[in-house]
């Protein structure tokens, strides 16, 4: 899987979009974008993946560079219940469309300051 | 929906006792797997079942660890005998695709 760089931490006022970004540089032409979120002491929990296109769902958006070389996730307008550690991972399917597990990384502490 | 559910919630245990940790998936989810975090090496995954199978589990980190799926419904990971340095979070995931893992509460692990 490619290797992935993100900040160790970030603020964020609230209210405010909150732009955490991620370096792939070595990411393959077959390789998805995820990311996840650990809020403190509860399990991770998946935002948002995305292979070429700009993805958007009810939390988040993901914007991925032309080269793919980089990616950001953007939460339109961080509340408190944001502070998180976020992971963007990075991962090839499956051979035959199937699921395998998740390497994560150190992930980006962002926190949401009032 | 209830979620994954896992028991106990936490445990604490002596350090040569046998440790029984419990998952129950989201129905209809056909992958289940195992994650352990700790603060020096973080989210590592452990093992994992597709239909009840164990796919890959170069993750368990040696023979005093071992996993069952007797069923769709239920999943337990054993740790016998326990050491403190098994001390640690568990998580149980399941997924219904290749895309969306989701992930339990957590067993915090104690063992002293």
């Known amino acids: 899987d490619a290797k992935t760089t993100q900040p160790t931490s970030m603020d964020c006022a609230e209210g405010r979009a909150a732009n955490l970004p991620c370096n792939h540089s070595?990411?393959?032409?077959?390789?998805?974008v995820y990311w996840y979120r650990q809020i403190h002491s509860q399990g991770p929990q998946y935002i948002i993946h995305?292979?070429?296109n700009n993805e958007t769902n009810e939390m988040a958006s993901l914007i991925i560079t032309e080269d793919r070389k980089s990616s950001t996730l953007i939460l339109p307008h961080a509340t408190l219940r944001d502070t998180a550690v976020y992971y963007c991972i990075v991962r090839p399917p499956v051979a035959g469309g199937g699921a395998d597990g998740l390497t994560f990384g150190k992930g980006t502490h962002l926190i949401i300051q009032p | 929906d209830a979620g994954v559910i896992q028991s106990p919630r936490h445990e604490v245990t002596e350090m040569g006792q046998e440790v029984t940790l419990r998952c129950k998936p989201i129905?209809?989810?056909?992958?289940l797997f195992w994650y352990r975090q700790t603060m020096m090496r973080g989210l590592e995954l452990l093992i994992y079942f597709n239909n009840n199978v164990p796919i890959d589990d170069s993750g368990m980190p040696e023979d005093r660890f071992s996993a069952k799926m007797p069923n769709a419904s239920f999943s337990t990971l054993k740790i016998q005998p326990s050491e403190p340095r098994d001390s640690a979070v568990y998580f149980c995931a399941s997924s219904p695709d290749p895309y969306e893992q989701y992930f339990g509460p957590g067993t915090r692990l104690t063992v002293t």
């Open positions: 995305g292979l070429k």
């Open positions: 129905s209809g989810h056909d992958y």
């Open positions: 070595t990411i393959s032409g077959n390789e998805y």
